[in-house]
């Protein structure tokens, strides 16, 4: 016997039970407890030559899927603050969010959704960068990268 959940949300998260009458012996029961999490996250470490073009791919583990299919973000984090560098709905071309000088015209978003940064600076050593897709409302898969930059 199997339970099949489709569009799974966090609301869905307790405990589930099956029972079933057994002849002679009575009922059988098992229970299981589901949870439920709103965001999975992996974390990776790249490393980069100075004033090279630094590619960061996001979800590394989910090549095979079709990113194209939802809505993604890209963003980098500095001192605990994270700001929006592209952003990608499905069907539509990638927006830029030019609020950072540092990023402003370094930033592109390549085939698979690449994230593209050239030239590396040396400011850009210790960054996170992190991608960010949507799902569902409820369920986000989130990739964050940080950068170390080598001097040649």
Request: charged letters at 25%; a positive charge.
């Amino acid at each position: 016997w199997a339970l099949h959940l489709k569009n799974v949300t966090v609301s869905l998260s307790g405990q589930y039970e099956c029972s079933f009458a057994t002849y002679p012996y009575g009922t059988k029961a098992a229970k299981i407890q589901l949870t439920v999490k709103a965001e999975a996250e992996q974390l990776y470490l790249k490393e980069v030559q100075l004033n090279q073009t630094l590619e960061i791919p996001c979800l590394e583990d989910k090549t095979s899927e079709n990113l194209s299919n939802y809505p993604l973000k890209w963003l980098v984090e500095e001192n605990g603050r994270k700001e929006e560098l592209v952003t990608k709905e499905p069907s539509y071309p990638a927006v830029y969010r030019n609020g950072s000088t540092l990023y402003s015209q370094r930033v592109h978003l390549g085939l698979n959704n690449i994230l593209r940064i050239f030239p590396t600076k040396i400011m850009d050593d210790g960054r996170v960068f992190s991608c960010h897709v949507v799902y569902h409302p409820e369920r986000v898969q989130k990739s964050s990268t940080t950068v170390r930059v080598f001097g040649k």
